[in-house]
Nanobody
C-alpha cells in the first residue's frame, strides 16, 4: 500500500484544514487507517484512527472534539477534518495503514500543517 497525504498548509489559529490521504493498491478497506503527527523536536504521536468500515473512531485527547477522521473506501481515501486549530497543532501529519496502537504497517510521506497565532 502506498499512501499520499495532501491538504497541509498555513492557517491562522481558530481556522480549519482538511487533510486527505489517497491509497494505492488493493485492500484499502481491510485496513485500520490513522493519522499521526510530529512536531519539531518532538516524537511522533497518535492523532486519530478509524476502523475498517468506519464504524468506530478514536482520538488523542488533545484533538478530541476538534478533529474528525473519516474514510471513503470507494475512493481509497482517508480524511482528517481539523477545526479550531491551535498553534500547538503545528506538525508534519502522516497517514498510516494497518494501525496498531502507536505503530502501523504502512506510512505515507507527511504533509506540513502550520498554525499561526
Amino acid at each position: 500500500v502506498q499512501l499520499q497525504a495532501s491538504g497541509g498548509g498555513l492557517v491562522q489559529a481558530g481556522g480549519s484544514l482538511r487533510l486527505s490521504c489517497a491509497a494505492s493498491g488493493r485492500s484499502f478497506s481491510s485496513y485500520i487507517m490513522g493519522w499521526f503527527r510530529q512536531a519539531p523536536g518532538k516524537e511522533r504521536e497518535f492523532v486519530a484512527d478509524i476502523s475498517r468500515g468506519g464504524g468506530w473512531t478514536s482520538y488523542a485527547e488533545s484533538v478530541k472534539g476538534r478533529f474528525t477522521i473519516s474514510r471513503d473506501d470507494a475512493k481509497n481515501t482517508v480524511y482528517l477534518q481539523m477545526n479550531s486549530l491551535k498553534p500547538e497543532d503545528t506538525a508534519v501529519y502522516y497517514c498510516a495503514a494497518g494501525v496498531r496502537g502507536k505503530s502501523a504497517d504502512y506510512w505515507g510521506k507527511g504533509t506540513l500543517v502550520t498554525v499561526s497565532s
